[in-house]
């Protein structure tokens, strides 16, 4: 039976009740891949459906709004979430799910597939994002340079007071995110965000803060620009 993150929960307790929040999570369960690469086309599983559902009913604060790539699976994600919400009370009517590109690649750190797409079928996701960590792709944003656009998404996006905006993206996203909020510039299979996992931001005194598997970080704008 799939399961959230162990330390997922546990991070609505780091939140501050008083400041807009964004949840920037990964999909839910996805059928398996074949060949090993997941590509867009694999729709979620039922169970994936119903964590997600169960998830979105327990995000303890107001909800403003659903973004998510516009990946099937990434939607139907969001779609459930929103149903769990409107369960919990935490959105008082259904709601729409509003699809961006910064949520996906291309579009996100991915500025030239032609470029960029042969080698990451090569190289395998784990060895393309290690190398790009280090020394960044051609037709790609560097680490840095992504950060500074998802901050600025977000910002874009802010929900009221109190409340929260939720962005359904992907793996290779969120991993790369997170390991350049970190200052890490390698990862390994026991950094991969899990099905369901979520990073949680909010933007106070000039910075950016959050919390990823329970632990609280921080980082002046001007650093991710």
């Not at 994002?129 to 977000?154: I, T, V």
């Not at 996203?173 to 899990?194: F, H, T």
């Not at 933007?203 to 950016?208: I, L, N, P, R």
């Amino acid at each position: 039976m799939a399961r959230l993150h162990p330390r997922l929960l546990h991070a609505l307790n780091l939140l501050p009740s008083d400041r807009p929040v964004h949840l920037l999570t990964r999909h839910s369960v996805r059928e398996l891949a074949k060949n090993g690469f997941a590509d867009y086309r694999l729709p979620l599983t039922p169970e994936g459906i119903e964590l997600a559902r169960d998830w979105g009913g327990q995000l303890a604060r107001p909800v403003s709004a659903f973004y998510s790539s516009p990946v099937g699976r990434c939607v139907d994600t969001a779609k459930a979430m929103a149903e769990g919400a409107l369960r919990a009370g935490l959105i008082d009517r259904p709601m729409d799910v509003l699809t961006d590109n910064t949520l996906v690649e291309p579009g996100c750190y991915v500025q030239d597939m032609n470029r960029v797409g042969p080698t990451f079928l090569k190289m395998g996701a784990m060895r393309f994002l290690n190398r790009h960590l280090q020394n960044p792709f051609e037709g790609m944003l560097s680490p840095a340079d992504g950060c500074a656009k998802l901050a600025g998404y977000l910002r874009d996006r802010e929900p009221g007071s109190g409340e929260l905006a939720v962005h359904v993206t992907h793996d290779t996203i969120l991993a790369v995110l997170v390991a350049e909020l970190e200052g890490r510039r390698s990862i390994n299979q026991d950094d991969w965000p899990w099905m369901m996992e979520g990073l949680w931001v909010w933007f106070q005194d000039g910075g950016m803060h959050w919390v990823w598997r329970g632990e609280r970080g921080h980082r002046s704008l001007r650093a991710s620009a």
